[in-house]
């Protein structure tokens, strides 16, 4: 229903206004009045110029879609079970002109909503699907991820759906698996501790639930790097942008060396903005570093004695390479 006119209420197509040309008529001369649908001369009748108004349907010839060239409605959409084709009957008390609605009108809506809403769904999968779809828009929308990636998320979940892998699982655990799959196949680097920290399922549940995906939908996941983490860390924590750098070369050198081979990114990012902080003199917290990046303060400690081994092999081999240089 709509909330406003698109014209005016004293709108008539059949407005006379004068033409702003000094020519006039080409076969007489006369005067020349122009309205909405047609330039005309008010003598002879001849029109000049015709520009019909068409109310009807838009019918558009779609290359891919020959039998369907009617273009109606709003695109569809992954994120609701009937991909955005549902109707909803509004609680206001006022129609389109602002006119207040009678009682008896009012009852009789609400009767219809109630209907509706029964008959909304086919069964009970596609409620369980509903529900599910509902439940991946607010896990994005409290994880504050884009609208392509939700959109992602919904097919997925959508696909799992078809694929009967939904049954005898929960509802919320699935869609937060769909959720952080999605953002492992974009390579958006979210931990799962993120998006497990607003549901009121278990982590394992979650973790559980996003293997079934992974090996029966067979996921293109790709690993993230752990110098995508880094910039967020520092952010949160809010060191300096020396620091920033230091601790994007020092993830990138341990990637390079193979020391975050089968090790959790995350772990090698805390570990090597830890160092990084160290080398500025900026004061950082094991703790608060574990917290962020969902590991542990003995994780980062492990992995930082890895990435000063290896800092310290590189300064003995620069060192040798120079000696024999000279």
């Known amino acids: ?3 406003r006119k698109i014209y005016e209420r004293t709108f008539d197509e059949d407005i006379v206004t ?3 040309s000094t020519a006039g008529c080409p076969e007489c001369g006369g005067a020349v009045h122009t309205n909405t649908i047609e330039t005309a001369c008010a003598d002879c009748g001849l029109v000049i110029e015709e520009r019909p108004i068409d109310h009807g349907p838009e019918w558009r010839s779609f290359e891919d879609q020959p039998d369907d060239p009617e273009r109606t409605g709003p695109p569809l959409t992954p994120t609701r079970h009937d991909r955005g084709l549902s109707t909803e009957i509004g609680y206001d008390s006022t129609d389109a002109n602002g006119t207040v609605i009678p009682g008896r009108k009012r009852r009789q809506l609400g009767r219809l909503r109630r209907e509706q809403t029964r008959g909304r769904w086919a069964g009970k999968a596609e409620q369980n699907l509903g529900h599910g779809l509902a439940e991946v828009r607010r896990i994005v929308s409290a994880v504050e991820l884009s609208e392509s990636l939700r959109d992602q ?11 009967d892998l939904i049954r005898g699982r929960s509802i919320e655990a699935m869609a937060a698996a769909s959720v952080y799959a999605a953002c492992r196949c974009t390579g958006l680097p979210r931990t799962l501790g993120e998006i497990d920290g607003i549901l009121s399922v278990s982590r394992a549940r979650v973790s559980n639930a996003y293997g079934v995906l992974n090996q029966d939908l067979d996921l293109p996941a790709v690993p993230v790097a752990p110098a995508e983490y880094v910039p967020r860390l520092i952010s949160d924590l809010g060191l300096s942008r020396a620091t920033r750098q230091r601790a994007l070369d020092l993830a990138r050198q341990a990637s390079e060396a193979g020391v975050d081979n089968g090790c959790r990114p995350t772990g090698i990012a805390a570990a090597c903005v830890y160092q990084a902080a160290r080398e500025h003199d900026e004061r950082v917290t094991q703790a ?6 969902d590991v542990s303060a003995m994780t980062i400690r492990a992995q930082l004695k890895k990435i000063r081994a290896g800092l310290d092999a590189g300064d003995h081999e620069q060192a040798r390479t ?5």
């Open 1 to 3: 229903m709509a909330l």
């Open 18 to 20: 004068e033409n702003g």
């Open 153 to 163: 998320a919904c097919a997925l979940y959508r696909t799992a759906a078809g694929a």
């Open 288 to 293: 608060a570093l574990g917290d962020l990046a």
């Open 322 to 326: 120079g000696h024999l240089s000279i």
